[in-house]
């Protein structure tokens, strides 16, 4: 009697074992399982609900950054006056070429501090540390807020009174008036323009402008999509996007778009 008591304990401790083991092997098989599904993102990439969007551009040279930027710096020197040889070459120097921490967290291309900031603000070491920096949208007002900086403030009025392809002037006068403290800065500036050769962008306004070729705008109208107007403009959808700091492809009716047409042979 005593043995049979035995033998069914036996047996009951091998059972609940064999059940434990089992259970065990599901739990990790599960846990693999979910660990695999998991979405792997991109540099540069963030999860939204299910959607993955990219902030701001990955940029892995200084000439993909002038790909990228090279028609809104056109369009800012079709409006301000101010070379887009400057504009870039300020842009790649304070940005890093779009990588540095201003650029990456705040769409600061041009280092440009708080002063009478009323916007969004990014603490950030520099000539002092944690000093207050401007903060953008999108890199599109980063680059706008640079030509109004300089249009609207007294102590820049002389570049405005140099040629727009004396690209060396400006690059100069640009430190005489106290926007950067680095005394070789405009010779960085030079430097940049000329190994990247940005001054080609400013012979465009030297060119007889035509109707096709003058910065306007444009007023969304019912019907209207990024592809039609980008069509009519001889523009592409991320040039469009570019020049007006848009994400997405929603359209508004009564939406103002700033447009800078390109020859057909460009």
């Known amino acids: 009697?005593?043995?049979?008591?035995?033998?069914?304990?036996?047996?009951?401790?091998?059972?609940?074992?064999?059940?434990?083991?089992?259970?065990?092997?599901?739990?990790?098989?599960?846990?693999?399982?979910?660990?695999?599904?998991?979405?792997?993102?991109?540099?540069?990439?963030?999860?939204?609900?299910?959607?993955?969007?990219?902030?701001?551009?990955?940029?892995?040279?200084?000439?993909?950054?002038?790909?990228?930027y090279k028609d809104i710096a056109i369009f800012?020197?079709?409006?301000?006056?101010?070379?887009?040889s400057i504009t870039l070459a300020q842009g790649i120097l304070e940005s890093g070429s779009g990588r540095g921490r201003l650029a990456v967290k705040a769409n600061n291309h041009f280092g440009i501090k708080c002063h009478d900031w009323k916007g969004k603000k990014i603490y950030h070491d520099d000539d002092a540390a944690q000093e207050c920096f401007r903060k953008y949208r999108n890199a599109n007002k980063s680059f706008r807020d640079h030509s109004e900086f300089l249009a609207n403030r007294k102590r820049y009025a002389k570049l405005f009174q140099l040629e727009k392809d004396d690209y060396k002037g400006w690059a100069k006068e640009l430190r005489r008036a106290g926007y950067a403290t680095d005394r070789k800065y405009p010779q960085k500036l030079i430097s940049l323009i000329e190994r990247y050769e940005l001054y080609k962008f400013d012979e465009k306004s030297n060119k007889k402008s035509s109707r096709s070729d003058i910065a306007k705008t444009y007023t969304v109208v019912k019907g209207d999509t990024l592809y039609s107007i980008s069509k009519k403009h001889n523009l592409t959808i991320k040039e469009l996007q570019l020049l007006n700091g848009l994400e997405g492809t929603e359209l508004s009716v009564g939406q103002i778009l700033n447009i800078y047409p390109k020859e057909k042979n460009q």
């Open 76 to 84: 800012e020197m079709k409006q301000y006056g101010i070379p887009a």
């Open 1 to 68: 009697m005593i043995n049979r008591i035995v033998l069914i304990l036996a047996l009951s401790f091998i059972i609940v074992s064999c059940g434990s083991r089992k259970k065990s092997a599901r739990n990790v098989d599960t846990r693999i399982k979910k660990e695999d599904t998991r979405p792997r993102l991109k540099k540069g990439e963030t999860v939204v609900g299910s959607k993955e969007l990219t902030k701001t551009p990955v940029i892995s040279s200084t000439n993909e950054y002038i790909a990228i």
